[in-house]
């Protein structure tokens, strides 16, 4: 069943949206693949203040979602992976929504405007980093066209990581 894409708006993260987003993210099952209990809001203010940097220098960062209404419902966007493993040098692509936005597209809706943005900044190629047991993320890939490159063993929770590449 084809249902049409939820209407989404991407925003440089503002000051506010650091406790947006850790409120949104309070929820054992949106963290089960980060670390798996809420961040501080510390965390999310210094993350917020990182991706405004990266706008300003790269043209992309982790855009705050907004639905239709202006609710915040989480982020996606994209960032040079910095990590001394897994895609070394590459720009990756990523998604963190409040549970209760779960399974309505928005996710899917949000990354392909990711990926038309940082195409437009020029980026040739973007990867995915997702742990191998997060089903609903490894759909997401699929759905952008992205296939799996590499598997990595994380060094911190010696977790199964999977690369998902896709060529701009």
Not at 158 to 166: D, F, I, S, V
């Amino acid at each position: 069943m084809n249902r049409t894409p939820p209407v989404v708006r991407l925003r440089v993260p503002t000051d506010e949206d650091a406790l947006a987003w850790h409120r949104v993210f309070d929820h054992p099952d949106v963290m089960e693949f980060h670390g798996g209990r809420s961040a501080e809001l510390s965390v999310y203010e210094e993350l917020t203040a990182r991706q405004r940097r990266h706008d300003a220098e790269y043209g992309f960062c982790l855009w705050t979602v907004l639905d239709a209404a202006g609710n915040v419902l989480g982020f996606t966007g994209a960032q040079p992976w910095l990590r001394e493993w897994g895609p070394r040098g590459g720009i990756e692509i990523g998604w963190r929504l409040g549970r209760e936005h779960w399974g309505k597209g928005y996710v899917t809706a949000a990354a392909r405007e990711t990926l038309r943005r940082v195409r437009a900044a020029g980026v040739p190629e973007v990867v995915a980093m997702v742990d191998a047991r997060n089903t609903r993320s490894i759909a997401v890939t699929r759905r952008l066209g992205m296939d799996l490159a590499e598997v990595y063993t994380t060094p911190g929770s010696r977790r199964e990581g999977h690369c998902y590449r896709l060529t701009l």
